[in-house]
Nanobody, 129 residues
Framework: EVQLVESGGGSVQAGGPLRLSCTAS????????VAWYRQAPGNACERVSR???????YYHDAVKGRFTISRDNAKNTVYLQMNSLKPEDTAVYYC???????????????????????WGKGTQVTISS
């Protein structure tokens, strides 16, 4: 059974850090692109960051310099270190994986299986001012 499980969400004050983890099982993880998407109420599903199976990294302009994505293939895990968090970072964060695709979006909602094959259930991140 394919699974992506996110963890590490929570509530913090603006300026604080959080680290999200996404642990995969049931498919060849190290041969897959992995992305973090987020969706806030009333907003579209947008890609926050992506790390390709080759290690190429992308960040949304809104998080550049504050977020860092990394992967540990030995643990089948991708991390998203989020620093200097802002209230506008509040959203449900989803991990997604696909062997070939990792589109930017935005999409109408997360998860969006037309974009990537595998999705987690999401983890809530709430930033208070």
């Amino acid at each position: 059974e394919v699974q992506l499980v996110e963890s590490g969400g929570g509530s913090v004050q603006a300026g604080g850090p959080l680290r999200l983890s996404c642990t995969a099982s049931g498919f060849t993880f190290d041969d897959s692109n992995v992305a973090w998407y987020r969706q806030a109420p009333g907003n579209a599903c947008e890609r926050v960051s992506r790390i390709s199976r080759f290690g190429d990294i992308y960040y949304h302009d809104a998080v550049k310099g504050r977020f860092t994505i990394s992967r540990d293939n030995a643990k089948n895990t991708v991390y998203l270190q989020m620093n200097s968090l802002k209230p506008e970072d509040t959203a449900v964060y989803y991990c997604a994986a696909d062997k070939l695709r990792s589109p930017t979006g935005p999409f109408s909602s997360c998860p969006y299986y037309s974009a990537m094959n595998y999705w987690g259930k999401g983890t809530q991140v709430t930033i208070s001012s």
